[in-house]
């Protein structure tokens, strides 16, 4: 049972270059979140989705895409990267809303050069 | 703005001892909080929770109290255990349903054999 998946774990990027962080769970939860985590900062709500085909706007959205084409996957996008994007993006799900508890990914650390 | 805070970066205490986190939040419309802690590398994880229209839960070693006229929580661990050394972040949900869940900056506990 893996629970929540996040590929990458580490990845560097040019500013300007784009990538997608793949988020995978296998417990057929609806509610799927991206967050990120800065140094010395709590998480913060970037997306998230309450269901397959849903996507919405969190507290920090500007800058990411999403989608949830699959109910197992969560996509975070990056079009263009900039060095302020540098950050630990957890990814979450549960079944039952924020108060499920949220069940987290091990998060991809990304460095924007 | 912090809507939720927590003052202390670090604790250090001794094994066997309580443990004491807290969390000082402004928001009067927060209705339900969270604790979850987050070794290194990994993903947080679910600790323990409480409705605002509750004072005290309890799970095993681990209390959250809630003291809605001062807007504090505070987590007890008791017996602390070496294991238990992680950073602690507080989360709280505003009243009405949100998926958007507001954490904390988190402070390291350290128990200490």
């Known amino acids: 049972n893996a629970g929540v998946t996040q590929t990458p774990k580490f990845r560097v990027l040019k500013t300007g270059q784009s990538m997608t962080l793949l988020c995978a769970q296998d417990?057929?939860?609806?509610?799927m979140y991206w967050y990120r985590q800065d140094p010395g900062m709590g998480l913060r709500l970037i997306h998230y989705s309450v269901g397959e085909g849903t996507t919405a706007k969190g507290e920090v959205p500007d800058g990411y895409n999403v989608s949830r084409l699959k109910k197992q996957n969560f996509l975070l996008g990056l079009e263009s990267a900039a060095p302020s994007q540098t950050s630990v993006y957890f990814c979450?799900?549960?079944?039952?809303?924020?108060?499920?508890?949220?069940?987290f990914g091990n998060g991809t650390r990304l460095t924007v050069t | 703005d912090q809507q939720v805070k927590q003052n202390s970066p670090s604790l250090s205490v001794q094994e066997g001892r309580i443990s004491i986190l807290n969390c000082d939040y402004t928001n009067s419309m927060f209705d339900y909080f969270l604790w979850y802690k987050k070794y290194p590398a990994e993903g947080p994880t679910f600790l323990i929770s409480?409705?605002?229209?509750?004072d005290k839960n309890e799970d095993g070693r681990f209390t959250v109290f809630l003291n809605k006229s001062a807007k504090h929580l505070s987590l007890h661990i008791v017996p602390s255990q070496p294991g238990d050394s992680a950073v602690y972040f507080c989360?709280?949900?505003?009243?009405?349903?949100?998926?958007?869940?507001?954490f904390g900056k988190g402070t390291k506990l350290t128990v200490n054999p």
């Open positions: 409480i409705s605002s229209i509750k």
């Open positions: 989360a709280a949900r505003e009243e009405g349903g949100s998926e958007k869940l507001v």
């Open positions: 979450a799900s549960t079944p039952t809303g924020a108060l499920g508890p949220l069940h």
């Open positions: 417990m057929n939860h609806e509610y």
